[in-house]
């Protein structure tokens, strides 16, 4: 048995695009999926340091409180998707409860990195405004993190070019299909590069 665990983002919910697709494609691949509930984050967390860290802490207790009745001893694998704060939360949460799971970080922050990003493989848009993508880079590269930049794309990796979106969400969902079907003895999906 796998299990799949969506930590949305400030916003962005699992009926989302980026989360609604990756959620059909783990259950399309057999997977078990358990679409967690944010809510009730400080306003005005944008930009401002000290209530993105509420917010990350907030997170992480709403994803403890939704998963408390969790076996993962029943689960062969476990891999987490998160979008934005729901990175950080996803990569707090592992490291917290010591859990064996590789993780997709789709638009992690920079405070995603303070947690060991092992098994990881990321997406980010160059024009995202929560995040420096000079600093994600860097950081992915420091860590040895995948990652796939989406020129001109934003938070949502979307550039509101209909079409370049639906190019873009394409791509984002190959390489997600590609690391939900590699095995979870590895550490992530296929090498670095760029995106579309």
């Known amino acids: 048995m796998r299990l799949c ?3 949305p ?41 000290e209530k993105m860290r509420r917010a990350a802490e ?28 729901g990175t950080k939360a996803a990569l707090a949460y592992r490291e917290k409860y010591g859990l064996h799971a590789r993780a997709i ?26 995040a420096d993508t000079s600093e994600i880079v860097r950081l992915s590269r420091e860590h040895e993190v995948p990652l796939f930049e989406y020129k001109r794309a934003n938070h949502s990796i979307e550039t509101g070019d209909v079409f370049l979106d639906l190019d873009y969400l394409r791509d984002i969902m190959d390489k997600i299909s590609h690391f939900l079907k590699s095995s ?11 995106g579309v």
């Open 105 to 130: 970080l789709l638009t992690p922050l920079e405070m995603t990195y303070e947690h060991d990003p092992r098994g990881c493989t990321a997406f980010h848009g160059t024009s995202d405004q929560w």
């Open 5 to 7: 665990i969506l930590f």
């Open 184 to 194: 979870g003895a590895g550490t992530s999906a296929g090498g670095s590069g760029k």
């Open 9 to 49: 983002g400030i916003g962005y919910h699992c009926d989302k695009p980026l989360l609604y697709y990756s959620a059909k494609l783990a259950r399309n691949m057999g997977y078990e999926v358990r679409a967690l509930k944010f809510y009730d984050f400080p306003e005005g967390a944008k930009g401002n340091a």
């Open 58 to 85: 907030h997170a992480l207790r709403l994803a403890e409180e939704q998963l408390a009745d969790a076996d993962f001893s029943a689960y062969d694998e476990v891999v987490l998707i998160g979008k934005s704060i």
